[in-house]
């Protein structure tokens, strides 16, 4: 197993920051690790992630978990559980009303993903990116008048 994951405190509302993980189109707006997410990002929906990092390549996922305002899992793989990704994004609201913990994992696993995940980069740097464009985003629309 192979795992890559960040967190990371964001002063704003959970449903703020679930609307802009579930606005597929906005994306490559406030995000700068993805170039564009085809489809749309619901229950049981397919949609194609195209990554910067990675810029020849599409990656397509299906939602297999969407808990509004708390969390959200996309899931890929191989058929016979030979290769498995799933990417998660947790929002736990602080208790002091301090805002959200974000957290993001992405976990890679099956009887193949030794061999697979040795040519996957290290995605620590696009994680932090991610959620760190996330919180910019959300608190720049959070602010009223905006």
């Excluded at 194609?48 to 959200?72: G, L, W, Y």
């Excluded at 002091?96 to 061999?115: I, Y």
Aim: net charge neutral; hydrophobic share 40%; no cysteine.
């Amino acid at each position: 197993m192979k795992a890559f994951e960040t967190s990371l405190l964001i002063p704003a509302r959970p449903e703020r920051i679930w609307a802009l993980l579930t606005d597929a189109q906005a994306y490559p707006r406030w995000n700068p690790t993805v170039t564009r997410v085809e489809g749309a990002i619901r229950l049981g929906e397919k949609i194609t992630v195209h990554a910067r990092i990675s810029p020849d390549r599409a990656f397509p996922v299906t939602v297999s978990t969407f808990e509004v305002n708390q969390r959200m899992v996309w899931s890929s793989g191989m058929p016979l559980g030979a290769f498995k990704g799933e990417r998660s994004f947790t929002l736990t609201p602080r208790a002091d009303g301090a805002g959200v913990e974000f957290k993001m994992r992405e976990e890679f696993t099956g009887w193949l993903s030794g061999l697979i995940t040795k040519s996957i980069p290290d995605l620590t740097p696009e994680f932090v990116a991610f959620a760190e464009a996330l919180s910019n985003e959300a608190q720049m629309t959070e602010m009223p008048g905006r």
